[in-house]
């Protein structure tokens, strides 16, 4: 299995999922010509989504998953709640994603499946999940908009392969940030977003001997830095033993590299 973030933070999100000859795509946040282009720089040809699934309604998620999915002729996953937005009305077929349970996503072809597990979290966007996809034996994790640290929620994505974890916000840089203080208590709050030291107890707790690579996401540009982000988690790693995880930055503006799960 492969994953590749091709784009990550405030302005979208999004993220391909490789097993076999089945392919998704988790969330749309960009516009879809600014999408085009990186699904081009990731080498996929004509119609490439098998699935589109989406974690949330918020729109750096959100966006152009309808059109997305249309266009590849694939089919949309959305939370019942969100089937009636419009971004989602684009897409041609629909599915109601399920919640908080396991299900398996099969290629056009029928060849290759990817087995899901979708997880409640806290956020406020009612509903917004986390997904693990397993395939071949190897598991990779997508968790980012997090309200809060939570130990069943790292109970039951625990120890992935490959871990994107969302490290959203430093307390010192919302102090002094642009943002009112609604905005940065909606952020804080419980049901906002992760900062990085929430970030690295989630980190702690899920991971296991397996993970060999950590994509920090998320990353605000207005209340964090990446640097910071980055000495968060190398610490966290560090003191749990784990030398060897490879930590990398994804970022706003460019996809990163497919990584092998
Ligand atoms: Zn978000
Ligand atoms: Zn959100």
């Known amino acids: 299995m492969h994953l590749q973030v091709l784009s990550s ?8 999922v490789r097993g076999g000859d089945c392919t998704l795509l988790v969330d749309a946040g960009l516009p879809r010509i600014a999408l085009e282009e990186r699904f081009a720089a ?17 729109l750096d998620h959100a966006r152009s998953v309808g059109l997305v999915a249309r266009r590849s002729r694939a089919t ?15 897409a041609k077929q629909l599915a109601s994603l399920r919640v908080d349970a396991r299900f398996e996503l099969q290629a056009r072809s029928h060849q290759d499946a990817i087995e899901v597990e979708s997880v409640l979290l806290p956020h406020d966007c009612d509903p917004t999940v986390a997904f693990a ?18 130990p069943d929620i790292a109970k039951r994505l625990h120890d992935p ?17 642009p943002y009112p203080p609604m905005l ?16 690295g107890l ?11 690579t950590l994509l920090i996401a998320h990353i ?30 994804t970022e706003q503006h460019r996809i990163l590299p497919a990584i092998e799960v």
């Open 42 to 58: 990731a080498g996929l040809g004509h119609e490439p989504f098998d699935h589109v699934l989406v974690t949330h309604g918020h």
């Open 133 to 150: 996809f397993l395939h071949g034996g190897r598991k990779a994790v997508i968790l980012t908009d997090m309200g809060r640290p939570d």
């Open 161 to 177: 392969h490959v871990l994107v974890l969302e490290f959203n916000w430093d307390p010192e840089r919302m102090r002094c940030g």
């Open 76 to 90: 949309l996953h959305a939370a019942d709640a969100q089937l009636s937005h419009p971004w989602a009305k684009r």
């Open 9 to 16: 933070g405030s302005e979208g999100n999004s993220t391909l």
């Open 220 to 249: 605000s540009q207005k209340t964090n830095l990446p640097q910071l982000a980055l000495e968060c988690a190398q610490r966290t790693l560090q003191r749990l033993g784990l030398h060897h995880v490879r930590v990398l930055l």
């Open 184 to 199: 940065q208590r909606r952020i804080t709050g419980g049901r906002g977003h992760l900062s990085n030291e929430q970030a």
């Open 202 to 212: 989630m980190l702690e707790r899920l991971a296991g001997p397996n993970l060999h």
